[in-house]
C-alpha cells in the first residue's frame, strides 16, 4: 500500500519572544500601571499597542539572521507577515490611543518611542545581547507602562517614579543574571556581581525626598535583594528555572508595592 508522501515544507518555528524574562519586564510594570489608576479606552489601546510591538520583536530577529540562516531561510514568508502584521497593529492601535489622549499621554509616548527606537537600533547592530542592550532593554520594556500609567489618570510624577524605580531595580539584575553564564568561564568577580545592587541601593537613597519616597524605596527593594543575592550565591546555570522564579516573584512584589502606593496617595 503506497504511503501519502506529505509535502516537504519547513517545520514551523515559533514566532513568539524566546526571551521569558522580557514577558515580566513589560507585562508586570503595564498590570501595575493599569491597576494604580482607572485604564480607560486610552490605557488600553496603548497597553495593546506595547505588546503588539514586543510580539513583533521575534519576527524581526528572525528576519535579521539571529535566529540563524536556517530560521531566517525557511521561516522568511511567516516572518515577514508577522511583522508587518504586528507591526501595522501597532501603529493601528498606537495612533488611535494617541489621537484620545491628552498632551501629557502624547509627550510621554513620544519618550518611550524615541527610547524604542534606540534599542531597535541596537538591535539592528547586533548588540541586545551585551550588558548595555539588555539594560536598555529593560528600562524600555518598562517604560511602556508609563503612557499607560498617565493615561489611566496617574499622576504625573507618580507615574514617572514608577519607571525609575522599575529602571533601577531591573538593571540591576540585569548583570548578576548575565553572571551566572560567566561562572563557566570562571569570570566576574565578587565586586562585580554585587556592584549593580550597591549602585542602585546608593542611588535609590541619593534620590530619596527627591523624586523617590519610602513607598517607591520599598517598591525598589525586592528587586536590589535579589541582586544582591544572586551576587552573593552566584547560582550554578542549571539552576535558572530557580533564578527566573526568584526574579518573578520580587518583580510581583515591586508592582504591587507600586499599586498600593499609587492607591494610598489618591
Do not use: K, N
Amino acid at each position: 500500500m503506497d504511503v501519502p508522501v506529505q509535502a516537504l515544507s519547513p517545520r514551523a518555528r515559533s514566532l513568539a519572544p524566546r526571551e521569558h524574562g522580557a514577558y515580566g519586564q513589560l507585562a508586570v510594570p503595564m498590570a501595575a500601571a493599569l491597576a494604580s489608576g482607572r485604564p480607560g479606552p486610552v490605557a488600553l489601546l496603548l497597553a495593546a499597542s506595547g505588546w503588539a510591538f514586543f510580539l513583533a520583536h521575534e519576527p524581526a530577529l528572525v528576519l535579521l539572521g539571529r535566529r540563524g540562516e536556517r530560521a531566517r531561510t525557511e521561516q522568511r514568508r511567516r516572518a515577514m507577515s508577522r511583522l508587518l502584521a504586528l507591526g501595522l497593529a501597532g501603529v493601528a492601535l498606537g495612533g488611535t490611543g494617541l489621537l484620545l489622549a491628552s498632551p501629557s499621554v502624547r509627550w510621554a509616548a513620544l519618550a518611550c518611542a524615541v527610547l524604542a527606537l534606540g534599542f531597535g537600533a541596537v538591535v539592528a547592530l547586533g548588540g541586545e545581547r551585551s550588558a548595555p542592550g539588555e539594560m536598555l532593554a529593560s528600562i524600555a520594556l518598562a517604560g511602556a507602562a508609563f503612557p499607560v500609567a498617565l493615561a489611566a489618570g496617574l499622576p504625573e510624577d507618580a507615574a514617572a517614579r514608577a519607571w525609575l524605580v522599575w529602571s533601577i531595580g531591573l538593571a540591576a539584575v540585569v548583570l548578576p543574571v548575565r553572571s551566572i553564564g560567566a561562572r563557566r568561564r570562571g569570570s566576574a568577580s565578587l565586586v562585580s556581581r554585587l556592584l549593580p545592587a550597591a549602585v542602585a541601593l546608593c542611588l535609590g537613597s541619593a534620590l530619596r525626598g527627591r523624586p523617590l519616597t519610602r513607598m517607591d524605596l520599598a517598591a525598589l527593594a525586592p528587586l536590589v535583594v535579589t541582586s544582591a543575592w544572586l551576587g552573593l550565591t552566584w547560582p550554578e546555570p542549571r539552576h535558572l528555572r530557580r533564578v527566573g522564579w526568584s526574579m518573578v516573584g520580587a518583580t510581583l512584589v515591586t508592582g504591587a508595592v507600586l499599586v498600593l502606593s499609587a492607591r494610598v496617595g489618591a
